[in-house]
Structures are given as structure tokens and as C-alpha cells.
T-cell receptor, first 114, second 111 residues
Framework: DGGITQSPKYLFRKEGQNVTLSCEQN?????MYWYRQDPGQGLRLIYYSQIVNDFQKGDIAEGYSVSREKKESFPLTVTSAQKNPTAFYLC?????????????FGPGTRLTVL | GQNIDQPTEMTATEGAIVQINCTYQ??????LFWYQQHAGEAPTFLSY??LDGLEEKGRFSSFLSRSKGYSYLLLKELQMKDSASYLC????????????WGAGTKLIIKP
């Protein structure tokens, strides 16, 4: 079964701790994305990667870091520098290469920082 | 700058038809997407428009007018399971061809 997995579904951390959210896809997609969703707001792009070993900052990259060492994996680290990290985090992937290039989403991780 | 507007919330009756509007302001338009998102879940892809006109897919249709910066999602024969948020997203040159998302329209279906 092809798809995108994110784990865990719920995550609690103390303020000041770094935390890493996992995202894995077996769709053979080139491009992967991390979004943050807050109530009453549209999805906001944190980082994206169009190819292995390369990634670009999105609109709200401050306080976050990523790596793309494998095509299947795009982990996101929420650092202690992120001022308001409590949110619903969504990972997505797309085939890449222009055209329709539809994004498909994982189930999300709800992060709560106490 | 980029701006995407959708109504915050709409209510409709089971079996009826509802139209959810989306207006946008971008430079170098390159496609518009509609997604459905049930509470606490991931968005799922519904439709894509890049040329003017109507795209029909079962009970759901999506319309685009590039000259007016306007799209709508039309849902027919509403079912209770259609209660969800509907997200409009636009891809454009001035966002480096990344999606810019509206805040979503929460659709409430009543029996």
C-alpha cells in the first residue's frame, strides 16, 4: 500500500526541548513538503525539498530545520528557537516535475509544547 | 502580495447543492487546487483547474475564471459525510510555484 506516514500522531514536549517529527513516503515522489496548520489560518509552508540532498525555506522556516538524505524521508526538527511551536504539522509529497503536480498528505502530527 | 479569500463557514441541507467561492490575487497564476479536510485529519485532493471553465468529477465540480481571479467548488446531492472544511490553494510564479492556501471554508450539513 503506497502512502505517506507521519509519527507520532500526538506529541507532547516541554518548552525548550527540540523535537523531531518523522515523515516517510513510498510513492516514489521526488518532492516533499512540511506545513503548519493553526486554527483559522491557511496551511503555511515551512520547508520543501524537490530532490534528495536539497531543500528550500518556505514562508515560516525560522525555528525549524530539515534534512533530505533519502528520497523516502523528510524529517522536521522543531527547535527551541521556534516561539510558538504548538500546532498541527502536515507532511506532503508530490511527483515533482511541474504540470498538475498534486500534493498528497500524511495524517499529521499534533504537537503540544507545555 | 498573494491573497486568497474564502468564506469562513457555510451551512447547507442534506440533498441540496452548495457553492463555495474562492477569490485570489497572484502574479503568474499556475493552477488552483481544492482539497477536503475532515476535522483532525489530513487534506485530501478534490480537483485541479489551470484553464478557464468547469471540471466535473461526480458530485463535485470546480470552476475557474482566471481573468476574475475566481473559482468555486460546487457540491451536489449533499451527504452528511460532506461536512468538512474545503481548502482552496493557488500556485503562482510570485510564490516560487509553491501553493498558497486559503484559510478554508467549514461546511456544515444539516439533516
Amino acid at each position: 500500500d503506497g502512502g505517506i506516514t507521519q509519527s507520532p500522531k500526538y506529541l507532547f514536549r516541554k518548552e525548550g526541548q527540540n523535537v523531531t517529527l518523522s515523515c516517510e513516503q513510498n510513492l516514489n515522489h521526488d518532492a516533499m513538503y512540511w506545513y503548519r496548520q493553526d486554527p483559522g489560518q491557511g496551511l503555511r509552508l515551512i520547508y520543501y525539498s524537490q530532490i534528495v540532498n536539497d531543500f528550500q525555506k518556505g514562508d515560516i522556516a525560522e525555528g525549524y530545520s530539515v534534512s533530505r538524505e533519502k528520497k523516502e524521508s523528510f524529517p522536521l526538527t522543531v527547535t527551541s528557537a521556534q516561539k510558538n511551536p504548538t500546532a498541527f504539522y502536515l507532511c506532503a509529497s508530490s511527483p515533482g516535475g511541474g504540470g498538475t503536480d498534486t500534493q498528497y498528505f500524511g495524517p499529521g502530527t499534533r504537537l503540544t509544547v507545555l | 502580495g498573494q491573497n486568497i479569500d474564502q468564506p469562513t463557514e457555510m451551512t447547507a441541507t442534506e440533498g441540496a447543492i452548495v457553492q463555495i467561492n474562492c477569490t485570489y490575487q497572484t502574479s503568474g497564476f499556475n493552477g488552483l487546487f481544492w482539497y477536503q479536510q475532515h476535522a483532525g485529519e489530513a487534506p485530501t485532493f478534490l480537483s485541479y483547474n489551470v484553464l478557464d471553465g468547469l471540471e466535473e468529477k461526480g458530485r463535485f465540480s470546480s470552476f475557474l475564471s482566471r481573468s476574475k481571479g475566481y473559482s468555486y467548488l460546487l457540491l451536489k446531492e449533499l451527504q452528511m459525510k460532506d461536512s468538512a472544511s474545503y481548502l482552496c490553494a493557488v500556485r503562482a510564479r510570485d510564490s516560487n510555484y509553491q501553493l498558497i492556501w486559503g484559510a478554508g471554508t467549514k461546511l456544515i450539513i444539516k439533516p
